[in-house]
């Protein structure tokens, strides 16, 4: 693990261990916080070795706000029928067997008592419980319903390819190759840094182990027509606005133009963002986000001149040209005051990774000129969906991915957030936190939106494919870029949550998507701390912790549930995948005391206690 990642690790831990000793009974602060105590790493005077040495700070006090959750309030809005099924399903999901071959029990029933038949039963059984239906008939009262009770509906069409087709095309031998670093001076430079960006023909059916929807690349026009369902959701979101509440609309970058060509770009900007000297790459370690207006994380300046002899030395062919420097320091130095700094060399990055020129000069093989042209189609049908949200004032969030598509999807996601989001966060930006590097990244995006006057928005997720990035990085060797324990992910996304509201007065808006009571608590009694500041939501799955949905709602705050819809027949590996998700979390807090919930208000209700 880099250092980076090991010192976020830790710091998260000592944040879990610190935010979780809050006790019932109210807002609480940790007795631990003013005793806690850790390293930020500040620049030293030293001109000539840029070195960091480390300062003893304090965190500040962190606050939770216990949720006692009353059944019959959490479960007021659902029928007898409803809660009966939520629990059968969640019963249900306590057998592996059954789960483990949901997808095969549903292609036998298609062959045992048909298609129509089966469809009928997933629609009431599955689908009703985790989908809000197949179109904007069936939509239309589910969300009413939650806006009357002070839910919002996050919209999501998720029709998507069945699991027996549309398999990504194989990858030869040949294209894995093409993607590697070109023969460098200095061979320590190379593999450690390429393989978890290379192509694989055995890695790259991105559906296994994957809890999230998957899209296929079908031309253009399959592009076009993904990008127009993605209109319909934000048009039907904008519904919610006579409610007064504030519309969200979901999308997924990979459905607008081919995936490997966000490999391919990744790729490329995986390798420029490590070539930044390694001082110059933000090394703090708060535990806490500056308040605004006061001192900002870390991110060293460093002389230029020590930037063009350090990128000689690393790269020989670029010694002795002056030309090629000049170009290169030109895009970094933008505000021409001889030293830069990690965001300069980011923002650059969004220039330089297209540039053969210069990616050439660096010794790393340029993207191909028609996976430029996928990027920018990409750009091009997510600008359409930017658009119509900010006119009809639905916030658009586009999902996180593999981590070996996620820098080109956050360059994308940039792009459109300078243009969007300069006076409130109409784009989204999704951040999965059981990644190692997911604190670094939301500080990154942070200060960069900060320098330009750009109002940021993001969805904090743990994220949906943990179990596919474990195996790629062992069967491929390079660095898992996961958190080596659960309570670590759990840290981090704590962590991140925190930095997040810290920013709400400056215009950031977060949506907090998480099942966890805790990380719910920790949220509410920061948002408590700071005086209830706007800008903050919180997000769950349909169908599933209603009675954590109830709770956030009941204190003032504004749930959302994320609302998928579409065809059954064609939603079919979207509710496999929730029926599977179920099954991952069933041996976990949250799920076994929503299932006991449930099952004590039917009894309840059996006994003559209503409903």
């Given amino acids: 693990m880099s250092s980076l990642g090991r010192s976020a690790v830790y710091l998260s831990s000592k944040l879990l261990r610190v935010a979780h000793t809050a006790q019932p009974g109210g807002l609480r602060t940790s007795p631990l916080h003013t005793a806690l105590v850790h390293r930020r790493w500040l620049k030293s005077s030293s001109k000539d070795d840029h070195a960091t040495v480390p300062v003893e700070i304090t965190a500040p006090p ?37 789960v483990q071959n949901a997808d095969t029990l549903i292609e036998s029933s298609k062959k045992v008592v048909g298609e129509r038949l089966t469809y009928f039963m997933l629609k009431h059984t599955l689908a009703a419980q985790y989908t809000g239906g197949i179109n904007l008939e069936e939509l239309a009262p589910i969300i009413n319903k939650m806006n009357s009770h002070n839910v919002g509906a996050i919209l999501d069409y998720v029709a998507e390819a069945d699991l027996d087709e549309d398999v990504e095309d194989d990858l030869s031998a040949a294209e894995d190759a093409k993607t590697r670093k070109a023969p460098m001076a200095e061979p320590t430079l190379v593999e450690d840094l390429v393989q978890p960006n290379v192509l694989n023909p055995k890695m790259m059916d991105r559906r296994i182990d994957a809890l999230a929807r998957t899209h296929f690349f079908s031309g253009r026009e399959g592009c076009i027509e993904n990008m127009e369902i993605a209109k319909t959701a934000i048009r ?3 519904m919610q ?30 390798l420029l963002l490590h070539d930044f000297v390694p001082a110059a790459i933000p090394t703090y370690t708060d535990l806490d986000m500056p308040e605004p207006g006061t001192q900002r994380p870390i991110f060293p300046d460093i002389q230029l001149s020590d930037l063009v002899e350090r990128l000689e ?95 080109a999807i956050d360059m994308i996601v940039m792009q459109l957030q300078y243009k969007y989001n300069t006076k409130k966060p109409v784009v989204f930006n999704t951040i999965q936190c059981y990644l190692t590097d997911a604190r670094p990244r939301l500080h990154i995006e942070l200060e960069t939106h900060r320098r330009l006057g750009i109002k940021s928005g993001f969805k904090l997720v743990r994220g949906a494919y943990i179990i596919q990035e474990r195996k790629r990085a062992k069967a491929m060797g390079y660095e898992d870029p996961t958190c ?46 700071r005086g209830r500041p706007e800008g903050a939501y919180f997000g769950q799955l349909l169908g599933m912790g209603d009675h954590l949905t109830a709770a956030i709602a009941e204190r003032g705050y504004r749930p959302y549930k994320y609302v998928p819809y579409g065809p059954i027949d064609e939603c079919v590996a979207y509710l496999i995948r929730r029926v599977q998700e179920n099954s991952t979390l069933l041996a976990g807090e949250p799920v076994i005391k929503e299932r006991r919930m449930l099952l004590d208000e039917l009894k309840r209700r059996a006994t003559g206690g209503g409903g």
């Fill in 62 to 98: 962190i606050s939770t706000v216990p949720f006692e959750v009353d059944p019959q309030l959490a479960l007021k809005s659902k029928s007898f029928g409803e809660v009966a099924r939520a629990y059968s399903l969640l019963y249900l999901c306590s057998f592996p067997a059954l």
């Fill in 236 to 238: 039907h979101a904008a």
């Fill in 241 to 270: 606005l006579d409610a007064g509440v504030t519309p969200f609309a979901a999308t997924k970058i990979t459905g607008l133009l081919r995936p490997a060509a966000l490999l391919e770009a990744t790729r490329v900007l995986h």
């Fill in 313 to 407: 030395t690393k790269f020989p062919n670029l010694r002795g040209d002056e030309r090629m420097l000049t170009k290169i320091t030109d895009l970094v130095d933008t505000d021409k005051d001889g030293t830069v700094d990690y965001i300069e060399w980011y923002k650059a990055c969004e220039t330089i990774w297209q540039d053969e020129e210069i990616i050439a000069a660096f010794g790393y093989n340029p993207i191909s000129e028609d996976d430029r042209e996928q990027i920018a189609q990409a750009i091009e049908l997510s600008s359409e969906l930017a658009e119509l949200a900010s006119e009809l004032n639905v916030r658009i969030m586009f999902d996180a991915e593999q981590t070996y598509f996620q820098r």
């Fill in 484 to 529: 080596p324990t659960l309570e670590a992910t759990h840290a981090n996304y704590d962590a991140c949550v925190l930095d997040a509201i810290s920013q709400l007065s400056l215009g950031t808006e977060v949506l907090i998507a998480s099942h966890n009571q805790r990380s719910v608590e920790l949220a509410v009694g920061e948002l408590e701390r």
